[in-house]
């Protein structure tokens, strides 16, 4: 689940940019359509958000594996493009992370900054991002996503080569997040990506292997306002399936306001589930040191009549974007089980536990 989530926090990123600024935008509106592609990988501007998220684990000769995360969003502001270039109109934020065991927390780095001067952009052809000197680019010839992200405490350069077809999440691309038809975004995953990748880290350059899960969704919609956060899950299972499932939590104790999961085998169609037939239980929970909130980090998740289990990487994979996207949340690499047994490798994200999530 992409577009409600991450509306919230860029929405929350946007405004310290945006403070004095009045409301003159009228925000497209997420209606059912066919996507089409190549031009739908690339920016949607008219719409409030929109992001490019791509998940990972890398493995390396020797070494234990870690867990990366490269998320591009794109944020149309309140404020009508003006006559002066400096109009922040569209803003570009950028995050990177390395789950690394050994460390036992997160490496994190951070970018904001607005669309122009051809120092950043988001091309509307294809994917095709630049922060600066950070860059997340589709090759158009072989499907390949490229990323060179030169963080302040590591440097990550990546090829993601796609292995199945697109995954259009929802119904054939339009994902419903909330009772109302509004609260819905264009949502399609790449999963099962091949990645290579150098890490430069500590003053070694390690090459690394291993696989990802992209996500790509724009919307102008938040989510119910009854709504308090989430928890989502992308993982690439061994034998080739893909499942993502999700649930959006009401700020009433124990209710649910909207529950989805698709499951697609490596060849195979996909079968979308909601309501009841998507569960997630607490199995094990970690406590913050820095901000006392209590993180799930391991739960149990039954999708139709299968029933499957997170475990983390490490229980300290808290992510503070306060200093570009406002918000405090848990997003990990994670170990899929089924049956008490590895079935798989993805991510686990949680919001709404330090604070609910309000624009």
Known sequence: MRISRRALLLAAGAAP???????E???????PRPLVFPRDHGAHPEYRT????????LEARGEAPIGFQVTFFRVRTNREPGPS???PAQLVIAHVAIASPARGALLH????????????EASTADTDLRLDRWRFVRDAASGEYRGTIPARSFDLTLSARPTQPLLLQGRDGFSQKGPQPTQASHYYSQPQLAVRATLRLDGATRE???????????SSSVLDADAIGW???GMNLDDGSALTAFQ????????IVHRYASLRPAGGPVRVYEGDAVRFEAVSTWRSPRTNAIYPVAQGIRVGDRMFETRPLMNDQELDSRASTGSVYWEGASTLLEGGRPAGRGYLEMTGYVAPMKL
């Open 231 to 233: 928890d989502w899950i």
């Open 50 to 57: 929109e992001w490019w998220y791509l998940t990972g684990w």
């Open 248 to 255: 959006i939590r009401s700020a009433v104790a124990g209710r």
């Open 208 to 218: 690394a292997g291993g696989i990802a899960w992209l996500d790509h969704e724009w």
């Open 85 to 87: 270039r400096f109009s």
């Open 25 to 31: 935008v009228t925000y497209a509106t997420v209606t």
């Open 109 to 120: 780095d951070e970018r904001a900054q607005r669309i122009g001067f051809g120092l950043v």
């Open 17 to 23: 940019l945006m403070r004095g600024a009045r409301a």
